[in-house]
């Protein structure tokens, strides 16, 4: 594994962790030439449905963009990286599991609600009221309720 600080080919895993699901493998290593650490990932390559946007065009799974815009929701928000990590991991487990070549993206907001709404009350309503595109305030208001309650 190249060095991403340096891009020394030598590298050495001082640890390695296995995910709690066991889904991936969590590596940290050391640089033999600058001694800086860092963290790879090792997981399954799998073939994630296409993604059906609400105007029709049809995208690749993309993890990354997933997991922007959970971390813009849990912005300020004292959230770790692991559990975000974990609620991406249980997420496209889901995916996976439905055995679909296509999901429509309203699918995917669904579920990363769900995963906030465990994680942080206020990220999820965050994420809610930007996805839910709400008409007027009493359906936020409606939402916030629910949250509180």
């Known amino acids: ?6 891009s020394h080919p030598d590298t050495q ?8 699901d066991g ?14 650490r860092f963290t790879t990932y090792e997981r399954p390559e799998v073939t994630f449905p ?23 929701a849990l912005r300020k928000r004292s959230v ?8 991406v991991e249980r997420i496209e487990e889901k995916l996976l599991n439905l055995g679909l070549r296509e999901v429509f993206s309203t ?10 709404r465990k994680l942080d009350k206020v990220a999820y309503v965050r994420f809610a009221s930007v996805y839910r595109n709400f008409e007027d305030i009493d ?10 309650r």
């Open 107 to 116: 699918r995917i907001g669904e579920l990363v609600m769900g995963e906030l």
């Open 50 to 72: 296409t993604i059906v946007k609400k105007d029709g065009r049809r995208i690749d799974y993309d993890r990354n963009k997933l997991l922007g815009s959970m971390r813009l």
């Open 13 to 20: 895993v001082v640890e390695t962790r296995v995910s709690e």
């Open 139 to 148: 359906e936020f208001k409606t939402l916030v309720d629910e949250v509180g």
């Open 1 to 6: 594994m190249k060095c991403p600080f340096c």
């Open 80 to 87: 770790s990286t692991e559990l975000v990590d974990g609620a």
């Open 23 to 36: 889904g991936f493998i969590r590596r940290r290593r050391r640089c033999a030439s600058c001694d800086k």
